[in-house]
């Protein structure tokens, strides 16, 4: 499987950004895709996750400012109003097995793309 993501950048503070990230490999559709992101210095963290039959779960503090959504195979990040505090980068993973309702760990995911890069400057 392979999970390839798009649309990083840099912005100034206030500004969007939408990334994209594609899983390819694999007949079926994974049950969830999710995004994580690493600021310097910190673990990986819980973005948003986007299960297949279209529901959506955030980490409380970016709900409002990030949405994300999914076609099939392919996941969307819309960030707006983005804050220095967002610079990281920006991991998409997915998961292929069912009957987990677990979104937040980094091992509900089993498969991983290898990030992209977001700067906000002030």
């Known amino acids: 499987v392979q999970l390839v993501e798009s649309g990083g950048g840099s912005v100034h503070a206030g500004g969007s950004l939408r990334l994209s990230c594609a899983a390819s490999?694999?007949?079926?559709?994974?049950?969830?895709m999710g995004w994580f992101r690493q600021r310097v210095g910190q673990e990986r963290e819980f973005v948003a996750g986007?299960?297949?039959?279209?529901s959506t779960d955030y980490e409380e503090t970016l709900k409002g400012r990030f949405i994300v959504s999914r076609v099939h195979e392919t996941t969307y990040l819309q960030m707006n109003a983005l804050k220095p505090e967002d610079t990281a980068v920006y991991y998409c993973?997915?998961?292929?097995?069912?009957?987990?309702?677990?979104?937040?760990?980094?091992?509900?995911?089993?498969?991983w793309g290898h990030g992209t890069q977001v700067t906000v400057s002030s």
């Open positions: 993973a997915a998961r292929y097995w069912l009957g987990s309702s677990s979104f937040r760990r980094l091992d509900d995911y089993n498969h």
């Open positions: 490999g694999r007949s079926d559709t994974p049950s969830l």
């Open positions: 986007a299960w297949v039959d279209g």
